[in-house]
C-alpha cells in the first residue's frame, strides 16, 4: 500500500499499544495507519494475564477482536509489512517498508515493543511461554505454591527473591556460572531459605513444554515445575535509533510524560518506551500517547488557522 495522502499519524507496531492509539486517533478523527510485521513479542504465550475483562485471552484473539473494533473507525487503516527505513521531519515523514510501499504521515508513533536476544540455555526456548517465564504478574498465578527455579545473577536475583516469594515459598535461584552475589545477599537468602547454585546450566529437562528439572553442569538437577528468568532484551526495531531518537542504557526509547521522543513528531509508547512490560500498561500508554499527539495536531492546526 503507498499512500497518496499525507497521513496524519503512521503506527508502527500493531501491539495493544499501537491498537490502543489507533482506536483513540480513529475516534479523533485522525488519518492513520497501522504497520505491523505481526511479530508479537509475546507470541510463545497461550494466554494474555491480567487485562480487565481480557484475562487469559490468547494474544491473537485479543489483536483480532481489536482490529475489529477500531474497524469502525474509517479514517483507520492497517497494513502488514515491516517499516525499514524512515526520512523526512515533523510535518512530513516517508516510511519505506519491506514491500516497497511508501508511506507519508505528519508524525510517527514507534510502538514496536521489545524483543529477547536468543535464550542461551539448551531447553530454554522449548519451555519459554509455557512453563517459563519472565514476569510473575503476568504468569505467577498459574504457578502458585509450585516449585520453581530462578535464573538470574546478582541484583536481578535479589529483586526476584522477595517478588516470587509472594506466590510460592518452594524455589530455588540458579546463577547460571559465576556471580557477584555478595556474602551479605547469600546470607540474606539462607535466611530466607532459598537455595542457590552456582554451576552453569547444562540444558532443561522438559515433557511438551512443561519443565521437570534444571540439569547442572557440575551434575545436579532441581526438580521443579516453572521457571522465571531475567532476559536480555533490545528494542523491536533500530528504526527510533536510526532516526536518532534518544535511548536508555536498556535499550528503551526515551520519552517524556506524553510519549514525545527527542526528535520533534515522534512519539513513543508500550514496552519500547517503558519499564513497565505488560499488555495493559502498554494499551493505556497507546491511548494516553495519542491522545497527546492529536492534541499537538489539533493546536498545530489551529494556529495555522486550518
Ligand atoms: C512470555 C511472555 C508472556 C507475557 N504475558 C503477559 C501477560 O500474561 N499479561 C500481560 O499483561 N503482559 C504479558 N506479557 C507482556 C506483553 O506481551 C507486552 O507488555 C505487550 O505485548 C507490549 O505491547 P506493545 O504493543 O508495546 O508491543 P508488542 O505487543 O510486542 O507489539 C509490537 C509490534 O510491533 C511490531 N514491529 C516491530 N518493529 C516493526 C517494524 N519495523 N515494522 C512493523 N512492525 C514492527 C512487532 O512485530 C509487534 O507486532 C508477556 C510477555 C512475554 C514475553
Redesign the pocket.
Known amino acids: 500500500m503507498t499512500t497518496k495522502q499525507l497521513l496524519d499519524v503512521a503506527i508502527?507496531?500493531?501491539?495493544?499499544?499501537?491498537l490502543n492509539a489507533a482506536l483513540v486517533l480513529g475516534r479523533a478523527r485522525k488519518h492513520v495507519i497501522v504497520?505491523?510485521?505481526?511479530?508479537?513479542?509475546?507470541a510463545?504465550?497461550h494466554?494474555?494475564?491480567?487485562?480487565l475483562t481480557r484475562d487469559g485471552i490468547s494474544p491473537g484473539d485479543f489483536r483480532q477482536i481489536a482490529r475489529e473494533e477500531i474497524s469502525r473507525y474509517p479514517s483507520v487503516s492497517f497494513t502488514q509489512?515491516?517499516?525499514v527505513a524512515i526520512t523526512g521531519s515533523d510535518g512530513y515523514f516517508i516510511i519505506k517498508t519491506a514491500q516497497g510501499n511508501s508511506i507519508s504521515s505528519k508524525k510517527v508513533l514507534f510502538?514496536?515493543?521489545?524483543k529477547d536476544r536468543p535464550l542461551d540455555i539448551p531447553g530454554l526456548v522449548e519451555v519459554?511461554?509455557k512453563s517459563a517465564?519472565?514476569?510473575p504478574y503476568?504468569?505467577g498465578w498459574e504457578l502458585r505454591d509450585q516449585p520453581l527455579v530462578i535464573i538470574a545473577k546478582g541484583a536481578d536475583a535479589m529483586h526476584l527473591a522477595p517478588l516470587i516469594s509472594g506466590w510460592t515459598s518452594q524455589f530455588t535461584i540458579c546463577t547460571n556460572g559465576p556471580d557477584e552475589l555478595t556474602e551479605a545477599q547469600r546470607e540474606e537468602l539462607q535466611r530466607h531459605h532459598v537455595p542457590v547454585f552456582d554451576s552453569p546450566i547444562r540444558f532443561i529437562d522438559a515433557s511438551e513444554g512443561i519443565v521437570r528439572q534444571v540439569v547442572l553442569e557440575d551434575g545436579a538437577a532441581i526438580p521443579c515445575r516453572g521457571i522465571f528468568f531475567k532476559p536480555t532484551l533490545v528494542t523491536?526495531?533500530d528504526?527510533p535509533q536510526a532516526m536518532g531518537c534518544s535511548m536508555t542504557e536498556m535499550g528503551a526509547v526515551v520519552v517524556d510524560d506524553f510519549g514525545k521522543t527527542s526528535v520533534p513528531g515522534v512519539y513513543s509508547a508500550?514496552?519500547?518506551a517503558s519499564r513497565l512490560?505488560?499488555?495493559?500498561?502498554?494499551a493505556s500508554m497507546g491511548a494516553l500517547v495519542a491522545a497527546a499527539m492529536n492534541n499537538e495536531m489539533n493546536l498545530e492546526a489551529w494556529r495555522r488557522n486550518e
Open positions: 508502527i507496531g500493531g501491539g495493544p499499544a499501537g504497520i505491523d510485521e505481526g511479530r508479537p513479542r509475546n510463545v504465550t494466554a494474555t494475564h491480567g487485562f509489512d515491516t517499516a510502538a514496536v515493543g521489545m519459554y511461554g517465564f519472565v514476569c503476568c504468569d523491536g526495531s528504526l508500550g514496552d519500547a512490560h505488560q499488555a495493559v500498561a502498554a
